[in-house]
C-alpha cells in the first residue's frame, strides 16, 4: 500500500509537535509537509520548534524545511492529501478554507467551524455517520476538498463517556474538570500561575463543554442537511490543575429514569466500536474498579493515549442520577490524536 | 482579662501544630498544655515535632513537655477550661469523652462525634445557636464538661457559602473539589502519589459533604432537643490535587425557584454576621468579581485564612440554577482556626 | 517626618509587583508615581498590571494612574525623590540615565549598569561604604542625580553567605543553584517547561554570580575612584526548580588555609551589621542547625523575606575546603526589598 | 533457549513494583516468585501491592501468590537461579546472605553489601571485570552462590559519566544534585514535604556518592583478591526537588593538568561499551549539544531508560576544570534496570 501524503498546519505549536510525533512510523499517513508562521518558513523544523516531548523529534521532520502557510496550496504541495490542522484561531479559518477549496481534505482540531452545519464534527466511536455532511458541504460551498472536526479536549472525554448511557436517556449533564496545562499550549499556562494552585476558569471551555457533545450525540437528519442536537442539557464548570497531561472530569448524569450503578457499569463495560484503523484504541472506554482511579498520571496513557478511562461509578443522592469519573489525554486522544483517527476514518470510508 | 488556659489534643500532628501556630499570642487564651501519644510524652515539643508550617515554631511552645494523654484528666491539668482536640479518629472518641466527664470543653476538629444528635456541630456565623444543644449534652450524658465540633475542612467551605443563599429556597446541591494535600495530614498524600496527578477519591468526604451541611444549616427543633435537618440533598465528589493549602470548590445549587446570577451575587456581598471575637473575620464571604479568582495560592489567607473567597458567580444552563467557585483555607479556616473560633464563641456567650 | 516621594519603572512586572507590595505602609517612602511602557500608560493600575501576589493590591496603587516611561522627567513628577527600577533590560539602560540626568536617584534591580566602574552594586550589610562610588559617578557623568544597583538575586543570597567567611581568606568557590520561578518574571518559565522537572540553565545567570560578588566583596581603591575586585574565583552551574519563590544555593568555599566546620558556623553566627534602616533584617544571616534545612518553603519568608537562611555547614573531602546550604527570597531579598534597603541607606547617610 | 528463572526479594515497594515491570517480557528471564514479608505472603500480588506505575501491572504478576522471605530457600524455589533484591535495609543482609548460601546468585539494589571487599559493585560498562571477585567471594564465604550489587541510583549516573573522562587524570570532583521522589520510596517524600519546595537533605546519600565511585572506578589488584580504590575525592552535596522520576546532577571535574571543554565532549561522545545484552543501552552516554539539556521530564526515558544524558559540558573558572549536567532515571538506570543489567551480563560472562 502506498502511504497517503500529508501536512501539518501550525507545525511548532504544542499540538503541532503531538501531529508530527504521532505521524512519525504512522502505517497509512507519511508526512509530506510542515506549515508554519512566515517567521519560521525557510527554515528546518528542529531550528525553529522548541520540541518539548519526552520522546526525540522524529529524524525526518527534524530535517524539513517549514513552509509557508501562504504556499499550503502551490503546485508543489499538490501530492498532499490530508492536511491536519492545529493552527491559531486567528489563522484558522482563512487557511482551512483555502485548503478545503484548493482539494485538501482538511482534518482540524481547531474550534473555528466545529459548530457550523455542514461541518462533521466526528469522535468516530459515535458519529462516524455523521461524515454524510461532507457532501453536503462539498456542494454548498463548492468546493473539491471539505474540512472536518474533532471537538475540544475536555469534550472528547466526556462524551465517549456519555455514548453509552445515552440508551438510558439522558436529561441533563453536570461537569467539573480538572485540566492538564499541555491544553493551552507550551506557554499558555505560566508556571507563576499554576505551581500550588488551581486556576478555575478556561477561556471559552464551559462553552465549548457545554454545546460541542450535544451536536456529536446527535442525529444526521432525513435529508443528510443537518444535524440533530441531543435532546439534554450539559452544564461544565471548568479548572486548570497542575498536571501536564490528561484531564479528569468528575460527571454527574440525570437520567429520564432510574439507572443503577450496575447499569452503567455495565454500559461502560459492554461499549465496542467498529472502528478499526491504526489509531483506534482496542477499548475506547476502559472501566476501573479501584476506588480511586482513574488518575492522570497512571491512565492518561491507557491505549497508547487514545482511551478514556472512566471509574467511581456510583449512584449519587440525586433522583435517577449517576455520578462517575472520567480521564483521557487530552493532547492525543483530546487532540493531535483525534485529527488522526478521523483521517483513518475517511481513508476507511473512502472519504479520501 | 486573666487569659483562660487551653490544652491541644494530639499537638504533634498537621491540625495539631495549626493549633500551636494559631494559639501563640491569641488575646483570649492561652496554650498551658499539649498532649500526645505515650510516644512524645516526656520529651520537649521541639523534639517530638517535625514543624512544617512557615513560620518558626512558637518559642513557648518549642520548650513545652508533651503529657501523655492518659495524664488528661489528672489534677496537674485542673486549670484548663477548653481541650481542642486534633486527635486521630482511632483514639478520639475515647479521649475526648473523659475530658468531657472531667469538666473541660472540648472544641473538636475530629469527625467522631459530629453527627451525635446532642453534640454541637458549630459554624458560627451559620449556627451558633446551635450552641443550645450543650445543655442537652449536659444533662444526657451526666458531664461536668461538654464536646462541641466544628465541620469537616470542605464542608466548611461550603457550608458558608451555602447559608447567605438559604434566603432562596435550595433544593439540590451538587459540589465537586479540588482538595490540598494539607487535608490529608504530614504524611497522608506522598509525593509520589500527587505530583502531576490527581486523586479523585478522598476517604470517607464525600460522604461528610452530603451529611454534616444539613445538620449545620438545620434548626434548633422546639424542645432544644436535636436539631432538624435542612431539607434539601448534597451530592458530592472529591478530589486531591497537587495544592499545599487551600481547597476549592466547584458548585451546583439548583433553587426551588428562579435565582439570577446578580441575586446570587448580592446574596453573597450582603452576607454579615454578628460573631466578633478575635478570629471572626471581618467578611467570612468574600465576594471575587474577577474571571479568574478564587484561586488557592491567591485567596486562601484572606481574612487571615478564616475567609471563603467565592467567585464565578453565573447561572448554570440548568432551570433555576446557579453555580460558584467557593475557597477556603482548609487548615485554618477548615480546621484548627475553626476550633479556636468555636471557642471563642463559647466565651462570648458564656458557655465557658 | 514627611515622606520621601518615590517612582517604581516598570510597574507592572513581576519585581514591579513586588515594589509596590513592599513600598504599601513604608515607614519613610511614599508611592507617588507608576511608570510602564506606553501600552499600559493612562490607565489605571489595576487595569494594567494583573495581580499575582497572595495579599491584596494595595488600594491606593490600584488607583493610581500608570504614567509612560517618557514622561519619567516632566515637571509632573518633580517631587519625585528617589525611582526604583524594575525594567525590562532593554529600555532599562536609557530611561535609568535619563532619570538620573535629570536629578533623580535612581535605585536599579537591573543589571544592565551593574558592572560600570563608577556604579555602585550594593548590598548595604557588606559595602555600603561602595556608596562613596556615588559622587565619582555624578561628577564623571555630569549628572545630578545618579544610579545605584543592587545585584541578581542568586548572588544576593550566596554574597552575604560569603561576608562572614572572607577573614579565612576564600580561595575558591562553587556553586549550584536550584532557582525559584519568580526569578524569571511572571511569563517567563512556562508550566510545561518546569512541572515534573529541572531546567538546568539560566540565561546570564552564571556570569552575574561569577562576577558580580567578586565587585561587593571588592575594596574601594585609595582615591575613591573605583573598586578593587575580591581575590577569589567563583564558578557557577545554575538551575531551576518547581518552585515559587526562594532560592537554594549549595557552596564550596575553599580557604587558603585550614577552617574548621565550627570556625564557619561561629563566622555565621557572629555576623552582625550596623544597617538598622526598616527593610534591614534584624539578622542578615540566619544559621539553622537542623540537618534539612533551610528550605524555601519554610525559611524564604525568615526576617519578612530579608534574611539569608544558612545550613548544613559542614566540612568537605576536600582540603581547606567547607560545603553548605543558603536560601534567600529571591524577589524580596533577592530583587525589590534590595532597592528598597539599598534607598534606605542612602537617606540613612544622608546621599538623598 | 529456555528462559532463567528469577525471583523479587522485596516485590511489593518501589523499587520491587520496577523490578516486575521491567522483568516482564524480558527475554532471557522469566518472573518465577515474588517475595516479601510476612504481611503480604500468601497473598496475590495484585492484593498486596499498591501499583504506582503508569503501565498496568503484568498480568501473570499480578496472579502470582507472594511468599514470604521466610520462604525463599525451600525446595519450592530450586528452580530459581537469580535473586534481585529490592529489600529495605533492615533485613537485606540476613535474607541476601541466607540467599547466596542457599546457592543463589543475588543481584541487589540494596547498599548494605555493597562495599565489602569481595563484592563486586557493578556498573558493567564501567567495570565488568570486578566480576572476578566472585570467586574470591565463594571461597571465603563457603557459600554456593554469591552476591553481586549495583551502586546507588545518584552514584550510578555520576560514575557513568566520569569513566570516560578518566583517562584525562581526576584529581577532584563535586557534585550537587536535585534527585527525583520516587528514590526514597513509595512513601519516601511526604507532598507536604516537597510541594513548591527542596529539601537538601537526603540521609546517607553523600556518603555513597563520596565512596561507591572509587570503588567502582578502581582496579582489581593483581591477586584478584579485592579492589584498589580510584586516587581522587568526591565532595557531594545532595537535594531532593519535586520531579517524580530522573536525577539531575550538577558536576564539577579538576584534572590533574588542561582539559578543553572539546576535549571532554569528544571523552563523551566516543564512549562505548562491548556490553551488548538486551538492557545494554546502545548509548551509555548521550551528549547533548542543546543549551538547556539535560532535562529530566525529557531525558530520563532516553535508551529505554538506561542512558545517561550529558550536557552543559563548559570549562569552568577553575583551572584544569570543567562542569556540566549529568542525568539518569533513577529507578530504572539507577536501581532495577542496574540489577537487571548486571544479571544479563552474569548469563552472558557465564556466572549463571
Known sequence: MTKIKVGVLGATGSVGQRFVQLLDGHPWFELESLFASERSAGKKYRD???????????AEAAEMVVQSLNDVDTSENEDIAIMFS???????SEVEKRCAQAGYCVASNVSVHRMEPDVPLIIPEINADHLA????????RGWDGFIITNPNCSTIVMALSLKPLMRYGIKEVRVSTMQAVSGAGYAGVPSMAILDNVIPFIESEEDKMES?????????EKEGSG???????VCASCHRVPVMDGHTEAIWVKFKEGVTEEEAKKAFKDFTTDIKTPFAPEKPIILREEQDRPQPRLDRDAGRGMSVSVGRVRAG??????KYIAQGHNTVRGAAGASILNAEVLVARKYV
Do not use: C, D, H, Y
Not at 525553529?48 to 522524529?58: A, D, I, N, T
Not at 455532511?133 to 454548498?140: A, C, D, F, G, P
Not at 444535524?227 to 442539557?233: L, R
Open 48 to 58: 525553529v520548534s522548541k520540541w518539548f516531548l519526552p520522546s526525540e523529534m522524529p
Open 86 to 92: 492545529a493552527l491559531p484561531g486567528s489563522v484558522a
Open 133 to 140: 455532511l461532507i457532501e453536503v458541504q462539498k456542494e454548498k
Open 212 to 220: 460541542e457533545p450535544l451536536k456529536i450525540l446527535g442525529t444526521v
Open 227 to 233: 444535524i440533530k442536537n441531543a435532546a439534554f442539557n
Open 317 to 322: 443522592r440525586m433522583e435517577n442520577e449517576v
